[in-house]
């Protein structure tokens, strides 16, 4: 939004989010404010209701589309991730493989996802070795296409493993560890205090509920125990809080492959820190 404002009329944001795709999911996922998306276009955000499946593929075909959007108007497009798989699919321009929704339906039945990468293993080493064995989705999209497809996984393509040269810069901003660690904290407690409890509560209150990817997003996941009786409400928020910070470290793991990115060290504001590097790009 900085940036968008110091150039104004040139930038429109690309949310590269899997949860800020769902509406109704706006305090949990931290979704620009409707006066921010009033002041500045944004994409990505809001695409389908939380009772909707919404996959990898879906998203490359609403970002690919945004992006000639945006260059037919002459503008700038900023990407803020996010998701990196996803930011990965439309930077790399990823060939995805096809759907088998009737595999994916029955593996979703399977509860042991030990089982499950024990399967994937077999059947997909290579693309195993990069899942986590705890990443129950993931591991079920990788079975689905072995499943259906009758070939590797890991074959589509070259994968998330290769960086080939792209005209899209990439800038990473790193934290402390400590201080990620305490930003994390505030932040869910923060979310608990603007109301995403009743924000759950309402979700689920829906003729169709939430669909199974919307209901894994951190915080929802959680929550959705508090509403329907099964766990406290400060056992939840601890678990967030955990659990947010274990995917911090995962996510950072992901984008420090990537020897593309520049990443910018951040002592105190993200903003005043990170903002000049942005704006060398576009000088």
Same mark, same amino acid.
């Given at each position: 939004?900085?940036?968008?404002?110091?150039?104004?009329?040139?930038?429109?944001?690309?949310?590269?989010?899997?949860?800020?795709?769902?509406?109704?999911?706006?305090?949990?996922?931290?979704?620009?404010?409707?006066?921010?998306?009033?002041?500045?276009?944004?994409?990505?955000?809001?695409?389908?209701?939380?009772?909707e499946a919404f996959t990898m593929s879906d998203f490359q075909r609403e970002?690919?589309?945004?992006?000639?959007?945006?260059?037919?108007?002459?503008?700038?497009a900023v990407l803020v991730a996010g998701t990196g798989l996803y930011l990965?699919?439309?930077?790399?321009?990823?060939?995805l493989p096809g759907e088998w929704p009737d595999i994916r339906a029955e593996?979703?039945?399977?509860?042991?996802?030990?089982?499950?990468?024990?399967?994937?293993?077999?059947?997909?080493?290579?693309?195993?070795?990069?899942?986590?064995?705890?990443?129950?989705?993931?591991?079920?999209?990788?079975?689905?296409?072995?499943?259906?497809?009758?070939?590797?996984?890991?074959?589509?393509?070259?994968?998330?493993? /290769?960086?080939? $040269?792209? !005209?899209?810069?990439? %800038?990473? @901003? +790193?934290?402390?560890?400590? #201080?990620?660690?305490?930003?994390?904290?505030?932040?869910?407690?923060?979310?608990?205090?603007?109301?995403?409890?009743?924000?759950?509560?309402?979700?689920?209150?829906?003729?169709?509920?939430?669909?199974?990817?919307?209901?894994?997003?951190?915080?929802?996941?959680?929550?959705?125990?508090?509403?329907?009786?099964? /766990?406290?409400? $400060?056992? !939840?928020?601890?678990? %967030?809080? @955990? +659990?947010?910070?274990?995917? #911090?470290?995962?996510?950072?793991?992901?984008?420090?492959?990537?020897?593309?990115?520049?990443?910018?060290?951040?002592?105190?504001?993200?903003?005043?820190?990170?903002?000049?590097?942005?704006?060398?790009?576009?000088?």
């Open positions: 939004m900085a940036l968008a404002r110091s150039r104004p009329g040139q930038i429109e944001i690309l949310a590269v989010d899997a949860m800020q795709v769902y509406r109704g999911m706006d305090i949990g996922t931290a979704k620009p404010t409707a006066d921010d998306q009033a002041e500045v276009t944004h994409y990505g955000i809001d695409l389908v209701d939380a009772d970002a690919t589309s945004a992006l000639a959007t945006i260059e037919h108007a002459g503008h700038t990965t699919a439309v930077i790399d321009d990823l060939t593996l979703e039945l399977q509860p042991d996802v030990v089982a499950l990468y024990e399967q994937l293993a077999d059947l997909d080493p290579h693309a195993a070795a990069k899942i986590e064995p705890t990443n129950q989705r993931r591991i079920v999209r990788a079975l689905e296409v072995c499943l259906g497809s009758g070939r590797p996984f890991s074959s589509f393509g070259p994968g998330t493993d /290769a960086y080939p $040269p792209i !005209a899209t810069p990439q %800038i990473g @901003l +790193r934290w402390n560890r400590d #201080a990620l660690t305490e930003r994390v904290a505030q932040r869910v407690h923060r979310m608990i205090e603007a109301g995403l409890v009743d924000e759950v509560a309402r979700l689920l209150s829906a003729p169709s509920g939430m669909s199974r990817t919307a209901r894994q997003a951190l915080g929802y996941k959680e929550l959705i125990s508090v509403v329907e009786g099964n /766990a406290p409400l $400060p056992k !939840a928020v601890d678990d %967030i809080i @955990l +659990r947010t910070r274990q995917f #911090a470290v995962r996510q950072e793991r992901w984008f420090r492959r990537d020897p593309r990115i520049r990443w910018v060290e951040i002592a105190a504001d993200p903003v005043a820190e990170a903002l000049p590097v942005v704006q060398e790009y576009l000088s």
